[in-house]
């Protein structure tokens, strides 16, 4: 179902958001007989409290939601979306005069992302919900853009791996680049060794599906944008397999690459002056004969060696050899975006999106711009006095530094030594809503995408 506002009509019942503080003034502009009924219900206009209103036949004359308190709203997001499954499948029309201090227009995506669902397996998909018509003073047409980008990267991260591995994903971005006029090339198999890509080749030849790079463009003015996302479809932990327990969510260990695709699919649907450029090494890591090693030392594309303490640190290796060859272009910003770590999970819990940058007018850009998309972003340190932790002494580079400490840290800076002199921004995401929210069903999500657009403007001077 896509995740539109509806067309404009005359039909469209009134949907009143409300303050508490502006409750009184609210139930005074009713008509006497939904007045009468919201005051006999006890209406408080708390965080996303519903009440659907009566008309005097007995029909539906419209509904109240609450915005709740400053604290109340402070404590989630995306009031407005809490009210949409509570209403019937009507088409209402907001009114936010009793609730000036509402953000309209992350009200309206938070509508918008409360009708996704992931439907694939199921028959629900096309279930009758309430419909909004784009309140005024929004731009409709990039919160739509928004809701599809984040649509796309739940749908690919809820896929499990049996529907969703390295041929699937290349497919998924192919649909992607012909939507939008986007050239689309892919390195896959042997041919990874050929185009001197040996670590993406090294990890994903033990799977069934051959290991690939996906290089999609679109774009000829402006400034050079480059995504790189981590595209392991499915990680078994390789030889150093995973518990049960620890594998059980690891279909969306593609979750940067769905996200950087999500992140593509609003840029372009939105038509930003630059260059992107989209690079996905997408690869399963699986157990059989070829699979690499603990002890094994590989060498990059960049020509640096790496020691293989543990194969379940794998994703750092793709993204090694697209970020060097993403750098080998000379972009203005490479970004790259990776469910890579569980020490960033410690760190800041599921809901924030921790980055790592050098540039500190780009961590302020986006820091800034991240309320206003209801994306919440936390800066990490690139903290060099680290850097001894990652050179094993045998090799360049250790893919998983001993000891435990500063996890998520090594690995981004790990990344780095691959990005060489290129302005870069790394993100350590989750991926995943461990339980339902307003606007966020538990299931795969995209972070720090919405953030990203609304901060680009600012950091490449659009």
Request: proline share 8%.
């Amino acid at each position: 179902m896509p995740l539109t506002f509806h067309a404009l009509t005359d039909a469209a019942l009134p949907l009143i958001l409300v303050s508490p503080d502006n409750l009184s003034a609210a139930l005074g502009d009713l008509p006497d007989v939904a007045r009468g009924w919201a005051q006999a219900s006890g209406f408080k206009a708390g965080a996303g409290e519903t009440l659907a209103l009566p008309d005097p036949s007995g029909g539906i004359w419209g509904a109240l939601v609450g915005l709740g308190s400053a604290k109340a709203r402070a404590r989630g997001r995306f009031t407005l979306a809490a009210a949409r499954s509570k209403l019937p499948a009507e088409v209402f029309s907001l009114s936010a005069k009793h609730a000036p201090e509402a953000d309209i227009s992350t009200e309206a995506l938070g509508w918008l992302l409360a009708g996704y669902r992931f439907a694939r397996y199921v028959g629900d998909a096309d279930a009758p919900q309430a419909a909004l018509i784009a309140p005024g003073g929004i731009d409709a047409a990039r919160i739509e853009a928004c809701a599809a980008g984040e649509a796309l990267t739940r749908d690919l991260i809820n896929t499990p791996a049996s529907d969703m591995g390295p041929v699937q994903l290349e497919a998924a971005a192919r649909d992607l680049a012909a939507a939008h006029g986007a050239s689309i090339t892919v390195t896959t198999g042997e041919t990874l060794l050929e185009g001197n890509f040996p670590m993406i080749h090294t990890v994903g030849r033990a799977a069934a599906q051959d290991p690939r790079l996906i290089d999609m463009t679109w774009g000829r003015a402006g400034p050079k944008l480059t995504l790189v996302g981590k595209g392991v479809c499915f990680d078994t932990g390789g030889l150093n397999l995973k518990p049960g327990a620890s594998m059980g969510l690891m279909k969306k260990d593609m979750g940067g690459a769905a996200t950087v695709l999500g992140l593509a699919q609003m840029i372009m649907a939105l038509g930003l002056p630059v260059q992107l450029r989209v690079l996905i090494p997408a690869v399963e890591n699986s157990v059989s004969a070829p699979a690499f090693r603990p002890g094994d030392i590989l060498t990059s594309r960049k020509g640096l060696t790496v020691e293989i303490n543990n194969t379940d640190a794998e994703g750092r290796l793709v993204l090694a050899d697209a970020l060097a060859f993403g750098a080998e272009a000379e972009p203005d910003l490479m970004i790259s975006m990776a469910t890579l770590t569980g020490a960033a999970r410690v760190a800041v819990g599921p809901d924030l999106a921790p980055f790592y940058t050098d540039h500190d007018a780009d961590a302020v850009a986006l820091a800034g711009a991240a309320p206003g998309a209801a994306d919440p972003v936390w800066r990490m340190p690139f903290h060099d006095p680290y850097e001894p932790m990652i050179e094993p002494g045998i090799a360049d580079l250790d893919n998983a530094p001993a000891g435990g400490f500063a996890g998520s840290v090594t690995a981004a800076l790990f990344l780095r030594r691959f990005a060489g002199e290129t302005r870069y921004m790394h993100f350590d995401i989750y991926g995943w809503n461990p339980k339902p929210a307003p606007g966020r069903p538990k299931g795969g999500a995209g972070q720090g995408a919405r953030a990203l657009l609304e901060a680009l403007p600012g950091m490449l001077n659009l």
